[in-house]
């Protein structure tokens, strides 16, 4: 089992930056491949980022390639994702989650979720 709590969401204005934090536990948080998904109202669900158990792979949806960092700290059993640039269109919920699965990108691969931060980017 494993337990994210996410923090870090807020009101930012168009081209601010923000950096959202997902604290883990439970045995298996070191060894898992983490992410960050969003969801937008109305909108399906989307991979943002992941990186791997070890933090030497990151991935990236195209849409935030050269805005957004993941990195993860597991002696702090901590995941980050380090948002500049932002534009309105990254406006949604933003959830971190574990995966067993090595460097997933789909949802349906990861079976533990936080319960979302709220990022709102004012044009």
């Known amino acids: 089992q494993v337990q994210l709590v996410e923090s870090g969401g807020g009101l930012v204005q168009a081209g601010g930056s923000l950096r959202l934090s997902c604290a883990g536990s439970?045995?298996?948080?070191?060894?898992?491949?983490l992410g960050w998904f969003r969801q937008a109202p109305g909108k399906e669900r989307e991979f943002v980022a992941a990186?791997?158990?070890?933090?030497?792979?990151?991935d990236y949806a195209d849409s935030v390639k050269g805005r957004f960092t993941i990195s993860r700290d597991n002696a702090k059993n901590t995941v980050y994702v380090q948002m500049d640039s932002l534009k309105s269109a990254d406006t949604a919920v933003y959830y971190c989650?574990?995966?067993?699965?090595?460097?997933?990108?789909?949802?349906?691969?990861?079976?533990?979720w936080g319960q979302g931060t709220q990022v709102t980017v004012s044009s």
């Open positions: 439970g045995r298996t948080f070191n060894s898992a491949t």
């Open positions: 989650a574990a995966s067993s699965k090595v460097m997933a990108t789909r949802s349906r691969d990861y079976a533990y």
């Open positions: 990186i791997s158990w070890g933090g030497g792979s990151t």
